[in-house]
């Protein structure tokens, strides 16, 4: 007697059927994940880029660019990951606002250490950075 060895199409549809279940509940999570980890950049570097202004402020006693001297740190933008750091309006003597822009999100930081999130997937924010989804101002 001659035995047939393999799968049916039955066996075969099941696994097909779990691995899209699996796939449609993995998928949104994981873009969740990528998505806070290039947010949790983002905002480092615009801390980052604040303390270079502070920085710039303690050596010239102003935020903006010196004539014949130092240019303001935010006179150019920065990129990280999906990120477009940059200032939001030009620096005074006594203020500045930073922002970084990418993947439907814009955070803001000024010279005062006051965030916001104006624009995002996760909404918006006057008085904090939104960093993950469900979080609330």
Sequence with gaps: MHRQRGFTLIELMVVVAVV???????????????LRGNVAAATAELQALRADMERHYQNNRTYASVTGGASTPCGTSRTVGNFTL???????ATAFSIQAVGDGFTFKLNQ???RATTAGPWGTCATAWTLKRGQAC
């Design 20 to 34: 899209a279940i699996l796939a449609a509940v993995a998928y949104p999570s994981y873009r969740d994940y990528v």
């Design 86 to 92: 940059s200032c939001d309006g030009t620096p005074t």
């Design 112 to 114: 005062l250490n006051v």
